[in-house]
């Protein structure tokens, strides 16, 4: 039984995204030449996913090298255990911890008064760096599966971008999948607001509007991407002004809205 092949036009979202490989490469490069639908749909393809690189590009937290190198610098490293110390070096650490005289005994009386103390602060430590490492790892999950969400609908066979201006200033991009039943939303120069404010995605059916998503503050003029998830038929894609934590509703007018 010989294995189906993918349907050419429906590559075009992988080949924009080079994730074609082998012989379906080569067929869509052939089928490239002589198809000018596929020729502009990998065009627009990459105009947006380009403006999805730049949204998420990041910075580092400031002072992360610098706080890495600092833990590295006062974390003492142990010595090797050996069962049994040479003579000639016992001789020498007797000597440099004051032997038997009161000194020696002076500084053995503190370091048994330390040692608890250092225990405890090395337990606290430890806790504290399992719970930032757990935190960073989830994050990551978190990361990850949103990238690969993102990646479904870039790639999805019916994929398709939409763009439109919003009426206070910057211009929406969104590539929707009715397979996947998702979005992924981007904008560059949307108007700047206060702290106590954001921008807002809803779902809107009539007589439903159901909150999307929040957009996070903007980098270098560009804003997201956002994935938003639950599309039904007939939704449209509305954006709105609110409160920083978000509405439950729309509170403000529709500064967007987009058919889906």
């Not at 016992?90 to 250092?118: C, F, T």
């Not at 993102?150 to 971008?161: G, K, P, R, Y």
């Amino acid at each position: 039984m010989r294995t189906r092949r993918p349907e050419l036009h429906t590559l075009a979202g992988a080949y924009a995204l080079d994730a074609l490989t082998g012989a379906d490469r080569a067929r869509f490069e052939r089928h490239l030449t002589r198809c000018e639908q596929c020729a502009a749909e990998i065009s627009s393809l990459r105009e947006a996913t380009a403006r999805l690189a730049a949204a998420t590009a990041a910075e580092p937290p400031p002072g992360l090298t610098k706080r890495a190198l600092a833990a590295a610098a006062h974390t003492r490293q142990l010595l090797p255990h050996t069962s049994a110390a040479p003579p000639r070096w016992r001789a020498r650490h007797a000597a440099a911890s004051g032997g038997a005289g009161p000194a020696g005994v002076l500084r053995r009386a503190w370091i048994g008064r330390l040692a608890p103390v250092l225990v405890g602060a090395a337990v606290i430590l430890a806790g504290a760096l399992g719970l930032v490492a757990r935190s960073a790892l989830n994050q990551i999950q978190q990361d990850q599966s949103r990238s690969s969400q993102i990646a479904a609908v870039l790639t999805a066979a019916d994929a398709h971008m939409i763009t439109a201006r919003v009426t206070t200033g910057g211009t929406a991009t969104v590539i929707m999948s009715g397979r996947e039943r998702a979005l992924v939303f981007a904008a560059s120069g949307l108007r700047a607001l206060p702290t106590s404010r954001s921008y807002e995605l809803w779902l809107m059916a009539p007589g439903d509007d159901q909150p999307a998503a929040m957009l996070p503050g903007a980098c270098q003029g560009m804003t997201g991407p956002v994935l938003a998830t639950g599309l039904r038929p007939g939704d449209h894609l509305a954006l709105t002004v609110e409160p920083a934590r978000g509405s439950t509703r729309p509170t403000t007018p529709v500064l967007l809205q987009v058919a889906l």
